[in-house]
């Protein structure tokens, strides 16, 4: 029974698995500096069951922020686990960590899954990223965000609507997602206690990353092209 470790290439919009070395089907990987930075392999997506989540402080990166790792099993019996910040750098939960939170309660133990990320532009040029899920072709409903609109139009969902404030000191109005987050850490806290991880677990094995923090974008599944 193998083990794969996949982490997200934002940019991308795509899973990449990490090697310092060159392997059979990994490309060279350099950074922003054009300094070379090990070897990827791309993947357009995986397909498995959700076996097991775990929130773990990364002991790689500098600050040892904590990372949400998520274990799947694929077809082949083999196990995948995703790697992803759980924090961005305004300590709200990251892109791809809240785009797998709002589908996780409609996810369940033994269904396969087919996760793909994505990250593009929409006709409004927004930045549009995170993740599908999609059983047996059909996308899993994902919880949907509440809002205010400036003209008082009020959208009503699951996820508590983020709240504009005005700053004393600048006299702006800032967004305050404060009741948004706690929602979603009450999420995480259930699917942890769900899909509990152990150390006898299969999915035991760990990984080294390289994922950096990234600040949320808009995930509105409506405007994926799959």
Do not use: C
């Given at each position: ?10 940019s991308e ?30 993947y ?33 019996g ?25 589908h ?34 059909t996308?899993?409903?994902r ?35 404060e ?11 259930k ?8 150390r ?11 994922t950096?923090?990234?600040t ?11």
């Amino acid at each position: 029974m193998a083990s794969s470790y996949l982490q997200v290439a934002y940019s991308e919009g795509k899973f990449f698995e990490y090697s310092k070395t060159q392997k059979e089907g990994f490309s060279e990987h350099k950074n922003k500096e054009g300094i070379q930075k090990g070897f990827r392999k791309y993947y357009d997506s995986v397909e498995g069951t959700l076996e097991s989540i775990r929130v773990e402080a990364s002991q790689k990166l500098a600050g040892n922020p904590e990372e949400l790792k998520v274990s799947f099993k694929d077809l082949n019996g083999d196990y995948v686990v995703i790697t992803m910040m759980l924090l961005d750098i305004k300590k709200d939960y990251s892109t791809f960590a809240e785009s797998f939170l709002v589908h996780l309660p409609n996810m369940n133990k033994g269904v396969v899954y087919t996760i793909t990320p994505y990250n593009f532009k929409n006709d409004k040029d927004r930045t549009v990223a995170g993740l599908s899920f999609k059983e047996n072709g059909t996308k899993v409903p994902r919880l949907i965000q509440s809002a205010v609109y400036k003209d008082g139009t009020v959208k009503e969902g699951d996820i508590p609507a983020i709240k504009w404030t005005t700053d004393r000191r600048t006299g702006k109005p800032e967004p305050n997602s404060e009741d948004k987050f706690f929602y979603l850490k009450e999420v995480l806290d259930k699917g942890l206690e769900k899909y509990a991880f152990t150390r006898n677990d299969s999915t035991i094995p760990q990984t080294t990353t390289s994922t950096t923090a990234q600040t949320s974008v808009n995930q509105e599944d409506d405007d994926l092209p799959f």
